[in-house]
């Protein structure tokens, strides 16, 4: 997810983590709410800060931009919670399957890294929910691709994500089953080179989670637009130590923002408002 979209899709490789593709939108003010303030555990009152866990880049959601810093749509809500509780978040940046065992020894006060939360995760760590995420495909504007039927078709997926390892394969795999040709994946490194590959026409389509494909398309400037519906929507949880005083600090601290309208808004600067949610629960896992 480095070289990303100034206007102009790049093909040029490129050998840091940076992945600016325009304006920052502005962050909204956040004022602490005392009663919510006054719930912070003692040991992180006192330090006036929880240490966060975050791998990036994954665009919109958490990426470095020009200057290196640490942004996105994750980053935005996460500094309105802490602001919500008058302390402030301090990211540092992690391996994504370290983040959760980083969390369970102390090391991160939070794992925030568009997690997903799931049953199994759940017997290693809590989870806040603040967003519902599914699998979105993409395709240039006025092709026909299915996504239920790609068989015999290029598509492109970041590596190691769950569309990588799991859903598009299992559809590759039911289409050899029927007796068809596979669908032939191609991974790349980053998302913004999944992106240039189908705007190039490299590939026929891609498939990414929702905000991630929805932030592309956004991007494009119509180039792209979205193939089949959103399908496997689950909840993103922000990962806390089993048991931690935090959790039920946290929940209340996005329900808060998610009543006053605030939470609203920042999907919307972030155009992710599809996956916006209503109420925030203590592991919502689905599966």
């Known amino acids: 997810m480095v070289c990303a979209l100034a206007g102009v899709l790049l093909t040029a490789g490129c050998v840091t983590n940076i992945e600016d593709t325009g304006p920052i939108p502005p962050k909204i003010t956040v004022r602490p709410v005392p009663e919510l303030a006054a719930r912070v555990p003692p040991d992180i009152a006192a330090a006036g800060e929880v240490v966060v866990g975050v791998n990036v880049p994954y665009q919109p959601n958490e990426y470095r931009d ?92 970041q590596a190691t994500t769950v569309e990588h390892i799991e859903e598009v394969p299992a559809k590759s795999d039911a289409c050899v089953a029927a007796g068809k040709d596979p669908i032939i994946i191609d991974a790349f490194d980053e998302q913004s080179a999944v992106t240039n590959a189908l705007v190039l026409g490299q590939v026929d389509a891609m498939s990414a989670d929702s905000p991630v494909t929805a932030y592309a398309i956004e991007q494009t400037d119509g180039k792209i637009e979205p193939a089949g519906p959103v399908f496997d929507a689950a909840p993103y949880g922000w990962a806390v130590a089993k048991g ?44």
């Not at 760590?125 to 599914?134: L, R, W």
């Not at 601290?253 to 919307?268: F, H, K, N, P, W």
């Open 244 to 287: 931690s005083a935090l959790t039920p600090v946290l929940r209340d601290a996005v329900q808060q923002l998610m009543d006053s309208g605030q939470y609203r808004q920042i999907t919307e600067n972030w155009g992710v408002q599809e996956g916006a949610l209503r109420t925030s629960v203590i592991n919502g896992a689905r599966s």
């Open 66 to 157: 020009r200057r290196g810093a640490i942004v996105g749509f994750d980053i935005d809500l996460m500094d309105a919670v802490t602001a919500v509780l008058g302390i402030r978040a301090r990211y540092t940046e992690s391996a994504f399957e370290k983040i959760i065992p980083a969390v369970q020894a102390g090391t991160y006060d939070i794992g925030m890294s568009s997690i997903t939360d799931t049953l199994e995760r759940e017997q290693q760590v809590d989870f806040v929910t603040y967003f519902s995420a599914g699998v979105q495909w993409a395709q240039r504007v006025g092709d026909d691709i299915d996504p239920e039927n790609a068989c015999g078709k290029r598509v492109a997926v």
